[in-house]
């Protein structure tokens, strides 16, 4: 029944290591989002996708590849894990675009910690 | 550029206190605003939302109205219990994209 699903829930890695996390809405919206959110509290946003095409990108180092195999689905891969990259990465859907009336619904978040 | 603004917590208050949280914004056209709570440990979860001027959202006690002359949406709650403490957001459509505040951090002792 949960609404927007990611995993893993936590991951710990070490540096220079490759790793994935994955995010599937059962919402049927039609637009996706990767957030990073800092130990302050802070939301950026880093990717959308409207039915699998990239949308936003902002400015994120190249190591962070998304892929949104459909429009339930996008996952984030990032290459060469560096300590500034510990965070918790939020994957959220909407319906109607990036601004969307209707708000954003939230997974519960991947605790990544890079030691 | 459109931006957010919201108070600096934490915000600490005592069981039954009135909250108020302030949000203001700046935005070019006519956004929707909205607020977001985030428990410990969980995702932000859409609290109300407010789509045009002097548009009042509400949920679960919590209210904010849409002040488009003083460009805010003050978030208030006339009795807080502990299992509101939280983080608080605004946020606005602005743009091609929803913009976040910074989130202000309530903590509501027993």
């Known amino acids: 029944d949960t609404a927007v699903s990611q995993t893993p829930k936590y991951l710990v890695t070490q540096m220079g290591n490759d790793k994935s996390i994955k995010c599937e809405q059962n919402l049927g919206h039609d637009t996706m989002y990767w957030y990073k959110q800092d130990s302050k509290k802070f939301l950026k946003i880093m990717f959308s996708?409207?039915?699998?095409?990239?949308?936003i990108n902002e400015t994120v180092p190249n190591r962070f590849s998304p892929k949104s195999p459909d429009k339930a689905h996008l996952n984030l891969h990032i290459n060469s894990l560096e300590l500034g990259d510990s965070a918790v990465y939020f994957c959220a859907s909407s319906q109607g675009g990036p601004t969307s009336n209707y708000g954003y619904t939230f997974g519960s978040g991947t605790r990544l910690t890079v030691v | 550029g459109d931006s957010v603004t919201q108070m600096e917590g934490p915000v600490t208050l005592s069981e039954e206190a009135f909250l108020t949280i302030n949000c203001t914004y700046t935005?070019?056209?006519?956004?929707?605003l909205f607020w977001y709570v985030q428990y410990p440990g969980e995702g932000l979860q859409l609290l109300l939302k407010a789509t045009k001027a002097d548009d009042k959202g509400s949920n679960k006690g919590f209210e904010a109205t849409y002040r488009k002359e003083t460009t805010s949406f003050h978030l208030e709650k006339g009795s807080v219990q502990v299992s509101d403490s939280a983080v608080y957001f605004c946020?606005?459509?602005?743009?091609?994209?929803?913009?976040f505040g910074a989130g202000t951090r309530l903590f509501v002792k027993a």
């Open positions: 946020a606005l459509t602005g743009g091609f994209k929803t913009i």
């Open positions: 935005a070019t056209g006519y956004p929707s």
């Open positions: 996708y409207n039915n699998k095409e990239l949308i």
